[in-house]
């Protein structure tokens, strides 16, 4: 049967589908039906609006998930459960038949009820390649025809007039009859590009026919970029993308630069006011980011939403805080994230969300607990709030796989180093639902994936880096070791205050090197030592011996008492982000295994979360 056969098939089926409402289960009280915003099929890479509609004769809010897949494979859900009705659907990798079905719940009986629809996403081009704008005037739609079963294809490209090697995107399999489509990103406003597709057999590499396209001017004003260092021979040349989670209005956005500080991608949140914080990007051109959304209960606010994103800033899946909380209860967790409860879990997302190799995500949450036990200076006339973390393995799928509470493996009764507390609505702080204040006990702000299967996470308040029995979602979650003042290692320095504190981002190097780098914002020596700047550090960790020995301490010229990150570059050297210096402004540094600085991006008038040194926006950092 020809394509065009299958077609017309599909839009009679679709309509049949349609006017038959799709209820899976007539008998039951609650119905729903799915429509889309605009005729079908659309050409691949157009967004499609699906909506849900849901009626129930029994009392109760309903929420909506969103799934999406082949028109005859396995669906992947794209939003778990929230009371938002709409989807925004961008086919953007392959062309042909495809389906998306919701399932309407009824939050106070649990019965549901599930609507399907095909959608046919066309090609673009037939026997020449072709590109298109998109809504992000940094990134363009590459289309291409098929190629054959077995190859893959990815784009390289190269801005007119500019002498070297072309940029790639990732690598996708060729998945004939259909065409290939990529988002190219990592080009500067208003510039012209040669663009050509590359196919690999497995033996040998074949170039398409180049085409040209001009990038258009973004809607939005960049922070202020200088270069206190330009880059020099010295410096990393490979890691050419400096890609920062900025933090303060009206620069809250992600962006990205180049070595001369170009801006060359940003994301906008679709949702008014948003802050979305950037944690991890994902080898193939995709970015975890915890963001302002709306939950399963109809609650919206910040920090409730975990997402992923294609680089056109495309929302390809997201799932909830309440959502998580509700499968951690069906665990036999207990919760309730109201006053006059005493515990609270995933009251929001914070600080880090990382893909591992097997498909899994984890993400960080918090929890919220009250003491009454002299924990923390509580006692039954005086109830204590503590804020506590939790670590939550997602599957592919993004349901709940496992999952680690700080309650369960920590003593709760060492508090804060510093004493750090948390007000309602205050900055930095997750929202609190049991109290007013709270003790800020761990303020945790990484995991980090080793290589023996276990976790690394950071403490901020606790000035401690812990191992967590992990072992791919099947461990104990026991902690293994305490790294830190006072923890079980030794440390061979002179130095005067040879241990890090309040430290961001610590992780192994990769390969099972015993090699851990961090940024030290040293507060606990600020609040010893008045003068005490920020420091990038790393440590050889001798975990048979239980010792480390410093092998890089470096002053980094300010003191940043928040934010920051850490990580070795390919050419050896280091990069570390000063993530909130006096100003505020936030530096990009690479520091030499000598200690010496060398190239440093300055953005001014605003704080970042995060920076990443990365060869493109598709291969992950070297961490």
């Not at 879990?345 to 009454?372: Q, S, W």
């Not at 570059?569 to 990009?588: D, E, K, R």
Request: aromatic content about 10%; proline content about 6%.
């Amino acid at each position: 049967m020809s394509r065009f056969s299958i077609k017309r098939l599909f839009v009679v089926s679709a309509v049949l589908l349609l006017t038959a409402g799709l209820s899976h289960r007539a008998e039951a009280a609650i119905t729903v039906q799915l429509t889309a915003s605009s005729a079908l099929p659309r050409p691949v890479g157009t967004t499609i609006t699906f909506t849900a509609t849901a009626t129930d004769s029994d009392p109760g809010t309903i929420s909506y998930q969103f799934s999406t897949g082949s028109s005859i494979g396995p669906l992947k859900i794209v939003r778990d459960y929230s009371t938002v009705n709409r989807f925004l659907l961008t086919p953007a990798t392959y062309d042909g038949l495809a389906r998306i079905q919701v399932t309407a719940q009824n939050n106070s009986t649990h019965a549901t009820t599930k609507a399907t629809m095909y959608y046919w996403a066309t090609p673009r081009v037939s026997s020449k390649p072709a590109v298109h704008r998109t809504a992000n005037p940094l990134v363009a739609l590459f289309s291409a025809p098929s190629c054959p079963l077995g190859s893959q294809m990815r784009v390289r490209f190269l801005r007119k007039g500019v002498l070297g090697i072309p940029e790639a995107t990732g690598w996708l399999p060729c998945a004939p009859p259909s065409t290939m489509n990529f988002y190219v990103a990592g080009m500067r406003a208003n510039s012209a590009y040669k663009m050509h597709a590359e196919t690999f057999d497995g033996a040998a590499y074949t170039e398409g026919t180049t085409v040209t396209f001009r990038t258009g001017t973004p809607p939005v004003t960049f922070p202020p970029v200088t270069l206190p260092v330009p880059s020099s021979a010295q410096d990393s040349i490979l890691e050419h993308v400096l890609l920062v989670s900025d933090l303060v209005p009206p620069w809250n956005f992600p962006a990205a630069f180049d070595l001369s500080g170009y801006p060359i991608w940003y994301y906008q949140d679709p949702s008014a006011g948003a802050v979305p914080l950037l944690t991890r990007p994902v080898t193939g051109g995709t970015i975890l980011l915890v963001t302002t959304g709306t939950d399963e209960n109809g609650a919206t606010g910040p920090n409730k939403m975990l997402r992923e994103i294609d680089l056109a800033g495309n929302i390809l899946r997201e799932t909830n805080a309440a959502r998580v909380s509700e499968q951690l209860v069906a665990m036999g967790q207990t919760s309730s994230c109201q006053l006059g409860s005493t515990q609270c879990l995933v009251g929001g997302f914070h600080h880090d969300a990382i893909r591992l190799a097997n498909g899994h995500t984890l993400v960080m949450a918090d929890e919220e607990k009250i003491f009454t036990d002299g924990t923390q200076g509580s006692s039954v006339a005086n109830p204590v709030d503590v804020i506590g973390d939790m670590i939550i393995d997602l599957d592919p799928n993004w349901q709940v796989a496992w999952f680690w509470s700080a309650f369960d493996h920590l003593d709760v009764t060492r508090a804060a180093v510093l004493g750090e507390t948390c007000k309602a609505g205050q900055g930095g702080c997750p929202p609190l639902f049991l109290a007013g204040l709270a003790n800020d006990w761990l303020h945790a702000n990484a995991v980090d994936y080793a290589s023996d299967g276990s976790l690394l996470f950071s403490m901020r308040h606790q000035d401690w880096i812990v191992k967590i029995d992990y072992h791919d979602g099947t461990g104990t979650g026991d902690v293994l070791w305490t790294l830190g003042q006072g923890g079980d290692f030794t440390i061979n320095s002179t130095d005067t205050y040879p241990w890090f504190s309040h430290q961001h981002d610590p992780g192994f190097e990769e390969n099972g090197t015993t090699i851990l780098s961090l940024f030290d914002n040293g507060n606990t020596r600020h609040s010893l030592f008045s003068t005490a700047n920020s420091r990038g550090y790393v440590l050889n960790v001798d975990e048979t011996n239980m010792t480390v020995t410093p092998i890089l301490l470096v002053d980094l010229g300010g003191y940043s008492f928040a934010l920051g990150s850490a990580y070795r570059l390919l050419n050896g050297n280091y990069h570390f982000l000063a993530g909130t210096l006096p100003g505020p402004v936030s530096q990009s540094i690479e520091v030499l295994p000598n200690g010496t600085i060398g190239f440093s991006l300055q953005i001014s008038n605003t704080s970042a979360y995060r920076s990443f040194r990365m060869l493109n926006l598709y291969t992950s950092p070297n961490k």
